[in-house]
């Protein structure tokens, strides 16, 4: 069992230029890898605007697409589709095909996302669906997980680029000092911005799910 991550544009049919947006993309997920390399096998485009990749182990998924979320500037944001269960490969004449029910799962938890984005929490980016089979451990471990993304979204979601930013520097170790020298502001200035931010909350989320402390 793994864990299978689909990930589609939001809005990319509105983007101006699509292979820009694509190349920001592609270099936030090797940022991402640089820093916190957690995937399997890292994000990577499929088709249309769909991207697919592979983690061991669920935290690893979560934190690493957290990364994600904070490391993308202003108009350009993932959904993310997470799904638990076995995946192989099919071969075919245009190469392998991801299939599995990892992947069903997936595909079933970014259609959620689609769905309360348009009713009731539209900054919701991640869901998590099991396969069929999952232990009551697992279950569990998913239903906690969910609830703890819908809130996670809605703290990313009210976020400006800065403080993203910000946090991601924080995330990866970096200074208040430092980051304020690179955004050209003081050190209370990035206090301030990451205590607005509800940045502290992220981190200590993240340090809980990596079993280690902030």
Do not use: C
Not at 17 to 41: F, G, K, N, T, Y
Not at 69 to 76: C, E, F, V, Y
Not at 184 to 205: D, H, N, T, Y
């Amino acid at each position: 069992m793994v864990i299978a991550v689909l990930a589609d544009i939001v809005g990319s049919r509105k983007l101006d230029d699509r292979s820009a947006a694509q190349r920001i993309l592609d270099d936030a997920i090797a940022r991402v890898e640089e820093h916190l390399p957690l995937a399997h096998h890292a994000l990577t485009p499929t088709v249309g605007d769909e991207q697919q990749g592979v983690y061991l182990e669920l935290e690893d998924a979560m934190v690493s697409l957290l990364m994600i979320q904070l490391a993308l500037p202003d108009g350009i944001a993932f959904r993310f589709g997470i799904g638990v269960g076995d995946v192989r490969s099919v071969d075919s004449v245009h190469g392998e095909l991801a299939d599995g029910p990892g992947w069903y799962a997936a595909r079933a938890a970014i259609e959620t996302v689609h769905a309360r984005e348009n009713r009731t929490v539209p900054r919701t980016r991640t869901w998590i669906v099991g396969a069929p089979g999952q232990d009551e451990v697992m279950e569990s471990t998913i239903a906690a997980s969910n609830a703890y993304l819908l809130v996670r979204d809605e703290l990313v979601g009210a976020m400006n680029e800065r403080e993203r930013r910000l946090t991601y520097g924080r995330l990866v170790g970096r200074s208040q000092h430092d980051l304020a020298a690179e955004e050209g502001i003081s050190q209370p200035s990035v206090s301030k911005s990451l205590r607005s931010a509800g940045s502290a909350a992220l981190i200590e989320g993240v340090a809980a799910l990596r079993g280690s402390s902030a």
